[in-house]
């Protein structure tokens, strides 16, 4: 069995070193090795986890899939490992709805952060229409299929994070979670993509969705600010 994860996307919140220093003198005391716990902060906040948490993973929410050149405001791949960053957050579904990433721009991520060995944590997951529409796994396909022409699987990890459930408190029911993870798992066709769910997961549901089948761990966005219910979900990933 995998390690369970527990990501922490931060997103643009904890912007100061003030408002990280705090909560991860909360946190700290429920840290264990039992989870693979990651945060994935601003980027200029790496180095200040770095620097108080050396043995802490901190990710990359993003990056270009340019090697360099007159792209203003990208980051690339060789400063993320040159951060000692080796995995990337790609495709959230923030990052399509406001900056109009498409499933080709994400697949041009993926082929570069495999080539130049960061590996990707990509998001997919349905819309509202989609689900009421009975077209979950059309959807899923739709967006995995573009990336499975480009890399093995087993180069990278997945997020199912439906859209409807991502900061709103909603979240699918634990049989709509199992069908999808086990449908993703077959897609991938390997134990070695490890698949999260992300989407309004917390301290109360997480016990029950860390026991469903092909769950992972989880990619944690709102319940990840508050060390003290962040620190609830490590001991439920871990029990
Ligand atoms: P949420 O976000 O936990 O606030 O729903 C999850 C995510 O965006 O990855």
Known sequence: MVKRLLWANFKLNMSTKAQIAEYMQVLAASLTDEVDVVFFPQLTQVGLLASVYPDLARWAQNVTHHANGAYTGEVSIATLLDLWIQYALLGHSERRQYYGETDQAVAAKIIACVEQGIRPVVCVGETLEEREAGKTLAALERQLSVYKEVCSFASLDLAYEPVRAIGTGLTPTNEDIAEVHTWMRGYAGTEKTRILYGG???????????????????????????????????????A
């Open 200 to 238: 309004s997961s917390n301290d109360v549901n997480a016990p029950t969705f860390i026991q469903l089948p092909n769950v992972d761990g989880f990619l944690v966005g709102w319940a990840a600010l508050d060390p003290v219910k962040f620190g609830k979900m490590i001991s439920a990933t871990a």
